[in-house]
């Protein structure tokens, strides 16, 4: 990754800024985020932080900072992003993706419908003519959806926001020279989730399937499960090589190994917490028995730290 200049909110920081960090949970609260809602404090961010561009190779960079990691695959056909960032980023966004060059967005994937993913679509479906989603991404942007661990309700998007083309399991287009693939994964982050492979430069997207270095968050309210996620990571392993370039939802760009490394966290912290939930814990004395122990300084310092994680998890064993 490039190295980022002082007026530039860090990956670590943008998350920290959010505000509720680690172990700050009300267990008796319906939400885990009862008192600070994250999504404000992720928009607040983004407002503040730079975007910072990283060539990866077949003309295709990512641009950090605006949300979820943004793929730009440039060729001689136009431009395709593969997910636009929070609303707030619009200028920086529209910036970065000028000064890659003169060629005009023909195609925005949204990876799920999630707002730091999906939350421009409304402006790039100005310079857009095509908008590709799962059938679920528009069927969660179409109507007012509420995540209810996020304690949030996300308003219906405009008309002009919505996916243009919708698929239901696979998606296969010819652009700029190259095969691009979209796999539906099973319920995992969210019911929408998709990968977007581009098969010339063995890139693959994998949205919120992965996030290198943090805990996943678990979208219960918009179908996600952590066996979901544990197939997708499987599914994502399976798809791809030592050669192939992984682009995660969030955090540095990664590979098949640290996607293994991840993969196994998730079944190591299933396994500890389903055997705690089993023998008659309360969620309280699991979460006080820390069952991620071993594995919160590399993947718990961000909005999902330890105790959250365990929170969501045991909502699934």
Known sequence: MQTKTNNTISRSHFLRSVGIITEGILIKSSSIFAQTSPVVGMKNAAAKASIIKQSLRGNICVLEGAGGNIALFTGTEGKMMVDCGIDVSQKKISKAIADIGSAPLKYLVNTHWHFDHAGGNEWFQREVATMVAHENTRKHLSVATTIK?????????????????????EHVMKFNGSEIKMKHYSPAHTDSDISVYFSKADILHVGDTWGNGSYPFIDHSSGGTLDGMVNAANHNMEITTDKTIIIPVHGPIGNRQQLMEYRDMLVDVREN???????????????????????????????????????LVYADV
């Not at 661990?149 to 698929?167: E, G, Q, S, V």
């Not at 919160?296 to 999902?304: F, L, P, R, S, T």
Request: hydrophobic share 40%.
């Open 149 to 169: 661990d996020f304690n949030y309700t996300f308003l219906p998007a405009p008309k002009n926001a919505l996916p243009t083309t919708i698929f239901q399991d």
């Open 273 to 311: 917490v389903s055997k705690l939930k089993k023998s008659g814990r309360s969620l309280k004395g699991t979460i006080a028995a820390k069952p991620t122990a071993a594995y919160d300084e590399k993947w718990g310092k961000a909005i999902v730290g330890g105790g959250i994680f365990t929170m």
